[in-house]
């Protein structure tokens, strides 16, 4: 590891957290132990970003967005009020979260703000913008360059603008073929998934070889049916 790498460690969050000394922290906001938080970011006040976080230049994130542990945003990268990162997220470069669902430019003309909430393990591409008040489920892949103006489903891989259905990805990122059946499993890491519907699957717990009854999808996302 270089040896600039730990000269610019700020006392404010803890020993093992890294800010370049180019980036502004208003406070107060929390950051976790081990997150790095490279050149010229702007992290604002009552944000809070958890640990072991990867937050690359450039990035804006303003006040009251929370990012959850082991969190990845990339270069450029805009996570207005509102934005909740679950842990595990991958954001890539230039990803935009619109800051507002309505909002003109005169003073004073600041609606409400609509929470946007992207689930555990979603991966976003490069300069994917988000539209305010939206859901990413849980492990969806989103293609570079896509616009989100609706919910996105758990598993699901899209792309384009307008943001389409493309298929289903595993956890461990493998494409799901379902070929008609209501179950498959992953041919990389044998986990198993059952088709609740055309726009909705869910992940069955380690060991189960069985649909059960008693599993409840983790989301019910209508807007994607408008993918069909
Ligand atoms: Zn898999």
Redesign the pocket.
């Known amino acids: 590891m270089p040896e600039w790498f730990h000269q610019s460690i700020v006392t404010c969050c803890n020993e093992e957290t890294f800010i370049h000394e180019s980036a502004y922290i208003d406070e107060p906001c929390q950051i976790g132990h081990g997150t790095n938080i490279m050149h010229f970011c702007h992290i604002m006040s009552n944000s809070v970003i958890g640990s072991h976080c990867q937050i690359g230049h450039n990035v804006t994130i303003a006040s009251g967005v929370l990012v959850g542990n082991n969190v990845r945003v990339l270069n450029n990268a805009m996570l207005n009020s509102g934005v909740i990162l679950e842990d595990e997220v991958f954001c890539g470069p230039s990803t935009v979260f619109a800051p507002l669902k309505y909002m003109r430019g005169e003073a004073g003309n600041i609606s409400t703000i609509h929470p946007t909430l992207v689930k555990h393990g979603a991966n976003i591409g490069a300069q994917t913008t988000i539209a305010s008040g939206l859901t990413i489920g849980q492990h969806t892949f989103v293609e570079s360059g896509s616009v989100i103006d609706r919910n996105i489903p758990d598993f699901a891989l899209v792309c384009g603008n307008p943001v389409q259905f493309a298929g289903w990805r595993?956890?461990?990122?493998?494409i799901l073929k379902f070929s008609g059946k209501d179950q498959t499993t992953?041919p990389?890491?044998?986990?198993q998934y059952i088709q609740q519907s055309e726009v909705e699957i869910i992940q069955l717990a380690t060991g189960s070889s069985t649909h059960d009854p008693h599993i409840q999808p983790s989301s019910t996302i209508r807007d994607f049916e408008e993918f069909h």
């Open positions: 595993c956890e461990c990122g493998q992953c990389r890491c044998g986990k």
